[in-house]
């Protein structure tokens, strides 16, 4: 039986999903855009601790995929917004599901990390 997902160049839909949006940008990026479009700029300082270099990658791996659209305003200076999609949106639903299962299990994850000594299992 032949794979639903292969003419998309991934086996696997949530492999693929996880693997574009966990990293360690793009989520806080999807929160900050939920509330409204932003500039580059103005999405920066929302961020904060993020590099301009690694803002403009995530931002173009977004767009790339769906979640977010940028649009140039023919102005001057040149005004460039960036807000979610349709798709983007979509996806705030679960998004605010895993940060709130994050914000209601972080103690008893951070008391299990204390009490198993900080050490990793690596079989």
Request: glycine content about 6%; charged content about 25%.
């Amino acid at each position: 039986m032949a794979n639903k997902y292969a003419e998309y160049g991934h086996p696997c839909p949530i492999r693929d999903v996880l693997d574009r949006i966990g990293d360690q940008w793009s989520l806080l990026i999807l929160e900050s855009l939920a509330s409204k479009a932003f500039r580059f700029n103005e999405l920066h300082r929302e961020i904060g601790d993020i590099s301009r270099q690694m803002l403009t990658v995530t931002l173009k791996r977004l767009e790339f995929d769906g979640y977010i659209s940028r649009t140039v305003f023919a102005e001057v200076p040149t005004r460039v917004e960036y807000r979610l999609t349709v798709l983007g949106e979509s996806f705030l639903q679960p998004l605010r599901q895993l940060v709130d299962w994050a914000d209601s299990h972080h103690e008893a994850i951070c008391y299990a990390r204390k009490t198993n000594g900080g050490a990793l299992v690596t079989d």
